[in-house]
């Protein structure tokens, strides 16, 4: 029979042969510095998200303002689940901004668009 070893310590594990740590600290631990090593990641997908966003709109507002298609942008990659903050008008519109280019949805006869728009000082 092998002897297991602790995911987080190493020491040799005696008892039930499903056990992969020596006990609750030692899982938990386990975890914890797991969830720091991955949170890296999570950072550079949110972020490399982000300038995709960015670039994306960027190609789509060259005037300061447009209209287009939503499924163009996703096409392309954009994800709306990822922006920077948002910027609501005074009709209560709630634009949604990936740093200066902001973008909202509206449906026009039943065909899903986006009002991209760029931030003016008078927004902050
Ligand atoms: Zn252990």
Same mark, same amino acid.
Request: hydrophobic share 30%; aromatic share 16%.
């Given at each position: 029979?092998?002897?297991?070893?602790?995911?987080?310590?190493?020491?040799?594990?005696?008892?039930?042969?499903?056990?992969?740590?020596?006990?609750?600290?030692?899982?938990?631990?386990?975890?914890?510095?797991?969830?720091?090593?991955?949170?890296?990641?999570? *950072?550079?997908?949110?972020?490399?998200?982000?300038?995709?966003?960015?670039? @994306?709109?960027?190609?789509?507002?060259?005037?300061?303002?447009?209209?287009?298609?939503?499924?163009?942008?996703?096409?392309?990659?954009?994800?709306?689940?990822?922006?920077?903050?948002?910027?609501?008008?005074?009709?209560?519109?709630?634009?949604?901004?990936? *740093?200066?280019?902001?973008?909202?949805?509206?449906?026009?006869?039943? @065909?899903?668009? *986006? @009002?991209?728009?760029?931030?003016?000082?008078?927004?902050?």
């Amino acid at each position: 029979m092998e002897t297991k070893k602790c995911l987080a310590c190493g020491n040799n594990l005696q008892g039930r042969s499903d056990k992969v740590f020596c006990d609750a600290h030692c899982k938990s631990s386990y975890h914890y510095r797991k969830s720091i090593q991955e949170s890296p990641r999570f *950072y550079n997908q949110v972020d490399n998200q982000l300038k995709l966003n960015r670039k @994306i709109l960027k190609n789509f507002n060259k005037a300061g303002k447009a209209t287009i298609r939503a499924s163009k942008l996703i096409e392309l990659g954009f994800n709306p689940k990822f922006f920077t903050h948002y910027w609501k008008n005074s009709k209560g519109d709630v634009y949604l901004f990936v *740093y200066e280019y902001g973008f909202l949805k509206k449906r026009e006869h039943d @065909i899903e668009k *986006y @009002i991209l728009i760029q931030w003016q000082n008078y927004m902050s």
